[in-house]
């Protein structure tokens, strides 16, 4: 048509011609004016009121493709298409809001490693501690691991049986100062460890403390006796 218009005197074929390839290229068939698009609205409707609780399902192509069929339903619905388009684009949101998934439950989890990161770890033994670090790390990446779905929830819940595990093996430092619970068969065998040598001393000073009294009791009744006798 353009080649036409083009020409400074074209025949009446070539400009005939020139028509009819240009309306079988336009398909010029008259627009809907009766497409329903209620259930597209439906559609869109759902997808706003998921929309909401977004952050209750895992991350990923799945909650892609959903925000993408959202948007696209969105501007078809308020423009002048054809009611095939309209069902493709309600079927293609109804699809997208079923193929999204929940996120994997993490709550157990997340109590957990708050409740190990408020330990003071210099209060345990370091035989325990490093396999306890070890699997605080591992439950870290995996809570932080936000395209988990509830088709990965046993990996969640393996991860917290061994933080669990670790966490329970956990064994405080020694402390010598703590006082003997007699009712212990250990701490009463502890208990009975013979006197440092600071208790070797004062048992010593005692004795001599006595021998010297008895000694001073004797020579005051000799001396008594004594002038008693002249």
């Known amino acids: 048509a ?22 079988a290229a336009m398909n010029l068939t008259p627009i809907e004016t009766d497409v329903d698009k209620s ?14 609780i977004l952050a209750q399902y895992a991350d990923g192509k799945e909650k892609d493709q959903f925000l993408l069929a959202l948007e696209s339903a969105k501007k078809i619905a308020v423009s002048e298409v054809d009611q095939n388009t309209v069902n493709q684009a ?14 994997a439950d993490k709550t157990a989890l997340k109590e957990l490693i708050d409740q190990i990161n408020k330990l003071d770890m210099n209060q345990y033994t370091v035989e325990t501690v490093r ?14 691991d936000t395209t988990l779905s509830v088709d990965d929830q046993k990996q969640v819940d393996d991860t917290l049986s061994a933080l669990k595990e670790a966490f329970d093996k956990l064994e405080k430092k020694s ?11 250990d701490s009463s ?15 010593l000073w005692i004795g001599v403390a006595f021998f010297v009294s008895a000694i001073a009791i ?13």
Request: proline share 6%; no cysteine.
């Open 189 to 203: 065998s502890s208990g009975s460890a013979e006197p440092q040598t600071g208790d070797h001393t004062s048992m």
């Open 2 to 23: 353009e080649e036409i218009l083009a020409q400074t005197n074209p025949s009446a074929d070539d400009i005939s011609s020139a028509f009819d390839r240009l309306e």
């Open 39 to 52: 259930k597209l609205e439906e559609a869109i409707k759902k997808a706003e009121e998921r929309s909401k």
């Open 218 to 230: 004797s020579l005051l009744g000799i001396k008594k006796k004594w002038y008693q006798a002249k």
């Open 90 to 103: 309600a079927l293609s949101l109804e699809n997208a809001l079923k193929a999204m998934k929940r996120a």
């Open 175 to 185: 402390d010598s100062s703590q006082p003997v619970d007699p009712t212990d068969p």
């Open 131 to 144: 396999p306890l670090i070890d699997a605080l790390e591992a439950a870290q990446e995996i809570y932080l």
